[in-house]
Structures are given as structure tokens and as C-alpha cells.
């Protein structure tokens, strides 16, 4: 039963990381007249796509730290636990990403890479982040396996833009 918890909270970080992210564009774009999308993609320059990139990566690493930290590293007992309850948290949040993907896009065979390649981002980060993060350790142990998953995210972001959108 605590798979499928697992796999859900994949899906409700990916909901929550929308919402978030939806609500640093709005604010962004009241409050410092700053476009932080990727309305006029053909103009926007390098620095812009990393930075919501970061950004981006910095939401939905937060959140999956958040829940792992609070959740599922209770469930961890062993490397196997850690692989499967990774997978599965990673898979429910790319998911939900292809799912959003799928109602703007038509996928076709050649995006499959794409698709692929979302999911090993997920699937290796949750990974990544249950194998350091440990329920009875402190935060500021923690923070250079957090930075390093948003780094890793956003550098993986990047890399899916310019080759595959």
C-alpha cells in the first residue's frame, strides 16, 4: 500500500509544483513587470531560459524534498526500498508532466526520447534525494543535496529545451 502512497505523492508534488510555479509567474510578472515564461521563446535570451529553468527546478526540487523528508524516507529500509519508492514517486511526477504534455501536444514516436528522458530526470532524482535525505537529520546537512538536485534539474531542463522542444 505504501507504493501506491508513493506514487501519488509523485503526482500531487507535480500538482503542487504547477501551482507554485503558475504563482511565481503572476507575481513576477505584477509586481516586477518581468515576463518569466516562454511567451516569445525565439527572443528570449540565454540567461532568461536558465533562469526559469532554476526556477523551475528549484520549485519542484523543494517539493520533492519536502515530501520525501516528511513521508516516504519513513518507508526506507534498505537500497531496494529506496529504488522502488524513487522510481515510483519520480514515474508519478513525470506522469503527470507528460499528462500536462499531452493536452498541449500531440506526442508521436519522435518525441519519445523526450518523454524518456523526463522520466529518468524524475526517476534519478528521486533517487538521488532518498538515498541522502535521512527523517532524523538536520536541513543544513541536507542543503548540498538539495542544491545539487536543482542544479542537476535545471541542467537536465535545459538540455530537454534545446534539443527535443
Not at 18 to 43: C, D, G, K, W
Not at 46 to 55: D, F, N, P, T
Not at 75 to 94: C, D, E, M, Q, V
Request: hydrophobic share 55%.
Amino acid at each position: 500500500m505504501r507504493f501506491i502512497e508513493t506514487l501519488f505523492l509523485g503526482i500531487i508534488i507535480a500538482c503542487t509544483a504547477l501551482i507554485a510555479q503558475v504563482f511565481v509567474t503572476v507575481i513576477a510578472e505584477l509586481f516586477f513587470r518581468t515576463n518569466i515564461t516562454f511567451q516569445y521563446l525565439p527572443t528570449d535570451p540565454v540567461w532568461h531560459i536558465g533562469l526559469v529553468m532554476i526556477i523551475a527546478a528549484s520549485i519542484e526540487e523543494s517539493l520533492r524534498y519536502l515530501i520525501i523528508k516528511k513521508r516516504t524516507s519513513q518507508h526506507i529500509n534498505n537500497i531496494l526500498s529506496i529504488f522502488t519508492h524513487g522510481s515510483l514517486l519520480g514515474s508519478g511526477f513525470a506522469s503527470f508532466e507528460m499528462f500536462l504534455t499531452l493536452l498541449n501536444h500531440t506526442v508521436s514516436v519522435s518525441n519519445m526520447y523526450m518523454i524518456i528522458s523526463v522520466f529518468i530526470i524524475h526517476i534519478a532524482l528521486s533517487i538521488f534525494l532518498l538515498y541522502f535525505i535521512k527523517p532524523k537529520s538536520t536541513f543544513v546537512t541536507e542543503i548540498p543535496f538539495l542544491f545539487t538536485s536543482i542544479i542537476l534539474h535545471a541542467f537536465g531542463n535545459l538540455i530537454l529545451f534545446y534539443f527535443f522542444l
